[in-house]
């Protein structure tokens, strides 16, 4: 008995939902430009050209139709991914493609009300019908949105790890790493690679490792700090370290540095002063150097 | 296999090939002391270029080696350390104390040079 109340209910599903999508073919353009008309008043059209937005709302509507006729999401769900890959990349915000959605929402709703406006019972049928799918596209979308907005701070946060340890070569053999920023293990670590790569690839006899821009140490990235150095003297380069910040001095000297091994000088430019001393580089101005050079 | 000892004008070069094994260390040390006698020789490179580790044997060799070089009255210098090897062996904890080191041969032969033109060089 159960059973076939249940039976009878599906095929009355079916039936609802066969209804509704010839209901929402058929009213496709006035639903339509409804749609569009109430997104232009909430103003969640901008940065759009009219005709992007004419094709834009008829793939969106087609799509939703189609999920409702097939309940199968695959068609939405690439449909979001490009949408989203390409409103993020236009800098569309979350609250247009999300409001554009809901706002579509609205607008089937609306119609299902006024189609079943006489008859109570069916349009809770064909709400119940209805409802499940609009929520699941709803939540494809939204998906699709927040995972390309976290490819997009993904590859953001490598370029800033990338860009944060750049090794400037100024002259032969002498190389600069400016250190700005707090250091974490993982910054630590890749400092040290790059550094001692460079140090290689540059043939490098000196190194100014200036870190004015560097508040605070902990003690584990000191440590790291003073290995790097020592690993840079067992490639043959004299690492020199400008602009420690009394925090910084104070962490140095907290975790016991062997002043032997390391070589401060107050800023950069007395670092540099000081490998050029070391390298046999002299630098003056123009007048004095060329007097300079015929004496 | 042993490790190849050259002669180069005044200096003498321990070029590694492949990571030797405790008793060629030894071999290597004794050899480079015997040849800085015979052939009065002024400086001594060891180039560990090919090595990809170092552990606490070859560093204690290699400061040992030096040591017993500049006894003997060369000037010894270690080069070709790799940037990986260096990092590890700093985070085992090994130096190789006072022992000169530069990134590679010809480095290494010009620290030679400045260091017996010019008296003891600031390492």
Not at chain 1, 15 to 36: D, Q, Y
Not at chain 1, 221 to 246: E, K, Y
Request: proline content about 3%; some cysteine.
């Amino acid at each position: 008995m159960a059973t076939e109340k249940r039976k009878i209910k599906r095929g009355e599903a079916e039936e609802l939902r066969r209804e509704l999508v010839a209901h929402f073919r058929g009213e496709r353009n006035s639903l339509r430009r409804e749609w569009v008309q109430q997104m232009g008043a909430k103003k969640l059209l901008e940065g759009m050209t009219p005709q992007e937005t004419e094709a834009e709302s008829a793939t969106i509507y087609d799509v939703c139709v189609e999920c409702l006729e097939t309940a199968h999401y695959d068609s939405a769900e690439a449909y979001a991914r490009r949408m989203a890959e390409r409103g993020v990349l236009r800098g569309m915000t979350s609250e247009q493609i999300l409001g554009g959605m809901l706002t579509l929402r609205d607008v089937y709703g609306r119609s299902l009300f006024s189609k079943y406006r006489s008859n109570v019972a069916r349009l809770t049928a064909a709400l119940d019908v209805y409802e499940p799918v609009a929520n699941n596209i709803l939540a494809v979308v939204a998906m699709a949105f927040i995972q390309e907005r976290e490819n997009v701070v993904r590859q953001q946060q490598e370029a800033i790890r990338e860009l944060s340890t750049p090794v400037l070569q100024v002259r032969e053999g002498l190389l600069i790493l400016p250190i700005i920023g707090l250091i974490d293990s993982l910054r630590a670590k890749q400092l040290t690679e790059q550094l001692l790569r460079a140090i290689r690839s540059h043939r490098a006899k000196a190194v100014v490792v200036d870190i004015t821009g560097v508040p605070a140490v902990d003690s584990k990235v000191a440590n790291h700090l003073l290995q790097t150095i020592d690993a840079a003297r067992l490639m043959g380069a004299r690492v020199i370290v400008t602009g420690l910040s009394p925090d910084v001095a104070q962490a140095l000297v907290y975790i016991g540095v062997d002043l032997a091994r390391l070589k401060a000088v107050g800023d950069l430019q007395g670092g540099i002063e000081e490998a050029d001393n070391f390298l046999g580089y002299v630098s003056m101005p123009k007048s004095n150097g060329s007097k300079a050079l015929k004496e | 296999m042993s490790i190849p000892i050259l002669k180069q004008g005044p200096y003498l070069i321990a070029s590694i090939q492949s990571a030797p094994t405790d008793s060629e260390w030894r071999e290597m040390g004794k050899l480079l002391a015997e040849r800085v006698g015979k052939q009065r020789s002024r400086g001594v490179v060891v180039d560990v270029t090919v090595l990809d580790v170092i552990d606490s044997f070859a560093a204690r060799t290699l400061r040992e080696i030096a040591q017993t070089v500049k006894l003997r009255g060369a000037e010894p210098v270690v080069v070709g350390i790799q940037p990986d090897v260096a990092f590890s062996m700093v985070q085992l904890g090994l130096t190789l104390g006072e022992v000169p080191t530069e990134l590679d041969l010809e480095e290494g032969l010009a620290t030679l040079d400045a260091i017996l033109k010019g008296g003891e060089i600031n390492v």
